[in-house]
């Protein structure tokens, strides 16, 4: 996959790594990337000899700033966007895929880049990290799932204000509201996710793969039914 201009990918004993490519403009994510990072996920979604992907962010500054504005901003490229939103739903695939999914963050994880990282499984952060939906103060609503998964991340109140103010929080507090898990060194960031997704590969795959499914499709549905989902995951992996 070297033919790609706005992310790195390679894959090494089982674990996938996706690295955002564009820190001259702090990853932000123009339509390029976006269909960069579908055919990438679909590869991690179809290839039965990777495990476990992990998301980063090439540079010293940023895992993705969010929305590459400059570019969203304008009138045929907002249009365009939402076009590629509605066809090639993104967020949706990766919260699809039956693997686990690592975010490792660090500096500005904003707007989409807050979104992105809340679609993957575990995410953990150094301590330079920052985190945010700050699209109302641009003008526009979060609309890469920012609305819906902020809330069911950390809890409708404060996600309410979050999403209102726009304003950011520090890892420490990100920590303690539960949407990053680990909050670590900047020099360990990249150590502690490779530790972490090497935990998961010693767990058998389909049990990963039921018990992420259980999860993920107990939240649409009532208490009952969610319970005898799980029985019925319980059953197919004894």
């Not at 955002?20 to 979604?45: F, G, S, Y």
């Not at 495990?51 to 907002?78: H, N, W």
């Not at 935990?199 to 992420?212: D, G, H, I, Q």
Request: aromatic residues 6%; hydrophobic residues 45%; charged residues 25%.
């Amino acid at each position: 996959m070297s033919e790609f201009q706005t992310v790195m990918f390679e894959k090494r004993e089982g674990i996938a790594w996706l690295t955002l490519n564009r820190p001259h403009v702090l990853n932000a994510m123009n339509t390029q990337m976006r269909d960069e990072l579908w055919t990438v996920m679909e590869a991690v979604r179809d290839d039965p000899d990777t495990a476990v992907l992990v998301v980063k962010g090439a540079g010293d500054r940023a895992f993705s700033a969010g929305a590459d504005v400059e570019e969203f901003g304008t009138a045929p490229s907002y249009i365009e966007a939402r076009r590629a939103r509605r066809e090639r739903d993104l967020w949706q695939l990766m919260l699809d895929i039956d693997k686990p999914l690592i975010a490792a963050m660090h500096g500005y994880a904003l707007g989409a880049g807050c979104e992105m990282s809340m679609c993957c499984d575990l995410r953990v952060a150094s301590e330079d990290a920052r985190f945010g939906l700050p699209e109302v103060k641009l003008g526009y609503i979060p609309s890469a799932g920012g609305t819906q998964l902020l809330p069911r991340t950390i809890g409708t109140g404060t996600a309410m204000e979050m999403i209102l103010t726009g304003d950011d929080i520090d890892a420490v507090t990100a920590l303690r509201l539960g949407l990053v898990h680990k909050v670590v060194a900047r020099e360990r960031l990249y150590e502690e996710a490779e530790a972490w997704a090497r935990e998961l590969m010693t767990r058998s795959p389909a049990v990963l793969r039921y018990a992420k499914e259980a999860v993920t499709r107990g939240l649409e549905v009532s208490l009952e039914e969610g319970l005898a989902m799980e029985r019925r995951l319980s059953l197919i992996n004894a």
